[in-house]
């Protein structure tokens, strides 16, 4: 317990401030808010046992915050706070997943430094109160990724791992099919690995099944009702962006700046936040520095994946590098890109940035050790401003007509 004081303090103080935020400026809800709670009320009367959200065919993530809020709404009473209570408790969860994630990838002081960066991200922070049926995916990215790693890094790889990987995926994918590619992603390079056996591979298989078997009757039995909404929500359409200057101006000169700030919940507002400048240079610089000896060697990438990331950290970087392609692609191919779509990569951009910041305080260079700290102070400071920035305004944000009716826009309403 010693070991981990300083993760402790930090959980303490983010659960604090969590929960103060939920008491000072989320009070409210907006619409599928409304219908979450809604199927939380009617479970707990037994009038109705939903296995997606009301009016979809999809987001079963949406449909496990509602029985798990009828248990709140059973002890506290049906209210906002006892709703948006389960969704803080969640991401406290994740929060320490996402430290035994950095701990599996690095070292404490990484994941100690990362933690910091990842509890302090505005791309997330409005989200740790959200109930859409996005937590238990955000629980599964750090999940999974662990499970990635014992199988990688242990030498005599043993069945029941592969078993509770597939089975972890399986209702990953379930609860919330935004998850597929980054599922992909780690499926393919498992299978990279040289030295899979054919009998764990189909025990991971028959997991994977066995966890979304749920859907999978479920699309037998609803005419493919499920599998049919995917399909028409990610036609790929906008993976035509990247023929187009234009729209790859539009992505990463207009879109991450505010992708990184904290206003994430639905749609792009039109001005970009400080914040999110700040963070999109610290991820930039993660990412190139990471990057720089497989840009200069670019043969150590299939070393990498061969050898299961298992021979240093250099090669833990590229699997984050990987994964935030992959997370990346559901963002990209979407007929509307909305920050939703790309909030997994946050994660392993916050792991990147910890990895960042332990090179640099362990540098001998005076110069490197006083950038990192630097780039600590601006993450930290940028992070709380945020922080206490929504702390101050209750306000529903949501879609509105505008131009005469003819397009959307996003506004704020007080709550």
Same mark, same amino acid.
């Given at each position: 317990?010693?070991?981990?004081?300083?993760?402790?303090?930090?959980?303490?103080?983010?659960?604090?401030?969590?929960?103060?935020?939920?008491?000072?400026?989320?009070?409210?809800?907006?619409?599928?808010? @409304?219908?979450?709670?809604?199927?939380?009320?009617?479970?707990?009367?037994?009038?109705?046992?939903?296995?997606?959200?009301?009016?979809?065919?999809?987001?079963?993530?949406?449909?496990?915050?509602?029985?798990?809020? @009828?248990?709140?709404?059973?002890?506290?009473?049906?209210?906002?706070?006892?709703?948006?209570?389960?969704?803080?408790?969640?991401?406290?969860?994740?929060?320490?997943?996402?430290?035994?994630?950095?701990?599996?990838?690095?070292?404490?002081?990484?994941?100690?430094?990362?933690?910091?960066?990842?509890?302090?991200?505005?791309?997330?922070?409005?989200?740790?109160?959200?109930?859409?049926?996005?937590?238990?995916?955000?629980?599964?990215?750090?999940?999974?990724?662990?499970?990635?790693?014992?199988?990688?890094?242990?030498?005599?790889?043993?069945?029941?791992?592969?078993?509770?990987?597939?089975?972890?995926?399986?209702?990953?994918?379930?609860?919330?099919?935004?998850?597929?590619?980054?599922?992909?992603?780690?499926?393919?390079?498992?299978?990279?690995?040289?030295?899979?056996?054919? /009998?764990?591979?189909?025990?991971?298989?028959?997991?994977?099944?066995?966890?979304?078997?749920?859907?999978?009757?479920?699309?037998?039995?609803?005419?493919?009702?499920?599998?049919?909404?995917?399909?028409?929500?990610?036609?790929?359409?906008?993976?035509?962006?990247?023929?187009?200057?234009?729209?790859?101006?539009?992505?990463?000169?207009?879109?991450?700046? /505010?992708?990184?700030?904290?206003?994430?919940?639905?749609?792009?507002?039109?001005? /970009?936040?400080?914040?999110?400048?700040?963070?999109?240079?610290?991820?930039?610089? @993660?990412?190139?520095?990471?990057?720089?000896?497989?840009?200069?060697?670019?043969?150590?990438?299939?070393?990498?994946?061969?050898?299961?990331?298992?021979?240093?950290?250099?090669?833990?970087?590229?699997?984050?590098?990987?994964?935030?392609?992959?997370?990346?692609?559901?963002?990209?191919?979407?007929?509307?890109?909305?920050?939703?779509?790309?909030?997994?990569?946050?994660?392993?951009?916050?792991?990147?940035?910890?990895?960042?910041?332990?090179?640099?305080?362990?540098?001998?260079?005076?110069?490197?050790?006083?950038?990192?700290?630097?780039?600590?102070?601006?993450?930290?400071?940028?992070?709380?401003?945020?922080?206490?920035?929504?702390?101050?305004?209750?306000?529903?944000?949501?879609?509105?007509?505008?131009?005469?009716?003819?397009?959307?826009?996003?506004?704020?309403?007080?709550?």
């Amino acid at each position: 317990m010693r070991r981990h004081a300083l993760f402790i303090g930090v959980l303490v103080l983010i659960a604090a401030a969590r929960f103060a935020i939920l008491l000072m400026s989320q009070t409210h809800v907006h619409s599928d808010e @409304a219908i979450i709670g809604l199927m939380g009320k009617h479970i707990l009367e037994g009038r109705y046992f939903p296995f997606y959200m009301y009016g979809q065919a999809y987001n079963a993530g949406a449909a496990w915050e509602a029985y798990l809020a @009828a248990i709140a709404f059973a002890f506290f009473g049906v209210s906002v706070i006892s709703l948006k209570s389960c969704i803080v408790v969640l991401s406290l969860l994740c929060l320490i997943l996402f430290y035994w994630l950095c701990q599996a990838l690095y070292d404490e002081r990484t994941a100690f430094l990362a933690t910091i960066v990842f509890a302090l991200t505005p791309s997330l922070l409005k989200w740790q109160f959200q109930v859409r049926g996005y937590s238990w995916y955000f629980l599964s990215i750090p999940l999974l990724t662990i499970l990635f790693l014992s199988i990688q890094s242990t030498p005599n790889r043993r069945w029941p791992l592969f078993l509770l990987f597939g089975a972890t995926s399986g209702l990953s994918i379930w609860s919330l099919e935004l998850g597929i590619s980054f599922n992909l992603a780690l499926w393919v390079l498992i299978l990279m690995r040289r030295s899979l056996s054919l /009998k764990n591979a189909l025990v991971a298989l028959a997991g994977f099944v066995a966890g979304y078997s749920p859907a999978i009757v479920f699309n037998l039995t609803h005419h493919f009702a499920n599998w049919n909404s995917v399909l028409e929500k990610t036609g790929g359409g906008g993976i035509t962006a990247f023929y187009h200057p234009e729209a790859l101006s539009q992505i990463f000169v207009t879109e991450m700046p /505010k992708f990184f700030g904290g206003d994430t919940v639905l749609w792009y507002y039109p001005e /970009k936040p400080a914040a999110g400048f700040v963070f999109y240079t610290i991820a930039l610089l @993660a990412a190139g520095v990471a990057a720089w000896p497989f840009i200069r060697s670019p043969s150590k990438i299939v070393e990498a994946i061969r050898g299961g990331f298992a021979r240093g950290d250099d090669e833990r970087d590229v699997l984050l590098l990987l994964l935030i392609s992959a997370c990346f692609v559901p963002y990209v191919t979407a007929p509307v890109r909305v920050p939703g779509y790309f909030l997994a990569g946050s994660f392993f951009f916050a792991a990147m940035t910890g990895r960042l910041l332990a090179r640099c305080f362990a540098s001998p260079r005076t110069l490197l050790r006083f950038g990192g700290a630097g780039i600590l102070a601006a993450a930290v400071i940028a992070g709380t401003a945020v922080i206490l920035d929504t702390a101050r305004h209750n306000q529903i944000e949501t879609l509105t007509l505008c131009d005469r009716g003819e397009n959307y826009c996003m506004t704020r309403i007080p709550g």
